[in-house]
């Protein structure tokens, strides 16, 4: 799985402002017609993949959710969080 944030250089918790920054940042420096460097375009493509997943807020959702349930972020506390869930749903 792909870390959109960690290609934007973003935190998981930044804003869609900051995003859109990240983005024209990022897309500036490895767009294809300014960055003559072999592996500038699969990375302008990665940046754009990472755009339009972060920009629109139900993909972000979507992700975010596939992300926390892979335990990229945090691994213990969703670990713990994922098993009280289940705890509860078995008690009840």
């Given at each position: 799985?792909?870390?959109?944030y ?10 869609s ?62 670990a713990?969080?994922i ?10």
């Amino acid at each position: 799985m792909k870390d959109y944030y960690a290609i934007l250089g973003l935190a998981s918790d930044a804003t869609s402002e900051a995003v859109r920054t990240a983005y024209r940042r990022k897309a500036l420096q490895f767009h294809p017609d300014r960055n003559a460097a072999p592996e500038a375009s699969e990375k302008f493509r990665e940046i754009q993949e990472a755009y339009d997943v972060l920009a629109d807020p139900g993909h972000r959702f979507a992700y975010d959710e596939n992300r926390r349930r892979n335990l990229l972020d945090k691994p213990l506390e969703t670990a713990l969080e994922i098993w009280q869930h289940y705890i509860e749903g078995v008690l009840q």
